[in-house]
């Protein structure tokens, strides 16, 4: 599946931003999709999980600030981030995988500063 992640930018502490990540070339709905964050020298990181079944997984750091969704009809997941912080400043990959295959989208940078 391709993946083409969307949505980042430059916002102010406190604010909000919507990224979306579009599959397209491969059946959407059995895979799990889940959106990763990774700072310069910094190893990539979790941010949240949409399961395949729905169910949805959050680093700790993001817990009720951030929200995934996942539309398998419109082959899109979704990361509503609330109450960003300069620590949430990173690009946001997000991936898919099911059965041991992967992919990954291109990051979107994600910048939140005064």
């Known amino acids: 599946v391709q993946l083409q992640a969307s949505g980042g930018g430059l916002v102010q502490p406190g604010g909000s931003l919507t990224l979306s990540c579009a599959a397209s070339g491969s059946v959407f709905s059995n895979k799990h999709m889940g959106w990763y964050r990774q700072v310069s020298g910094k190893q990539r990181e979790l941010v949240a999980i949409a399961e395949s079944s729905g169910r949805t997984k959050y680093a700790d750091s993001v817990k009720d600030r951030f929200t995934i969704s996942r539309d398998n009809a419109k082959k899109t997941v979704t990361l509503q981030m609330n109450g960003l912080k300069p620590e949430d400043t990173a690009a946001y990959y997000c991936?898919?995988?099911?059965?041991?295959?992967?992919?990954w989208g291109q990051g979107t940078l994600v910048t939140v500063s005064s």
């Open positions: 991936r898919a995988w099911r059965y041991g295959v992967e992919d």
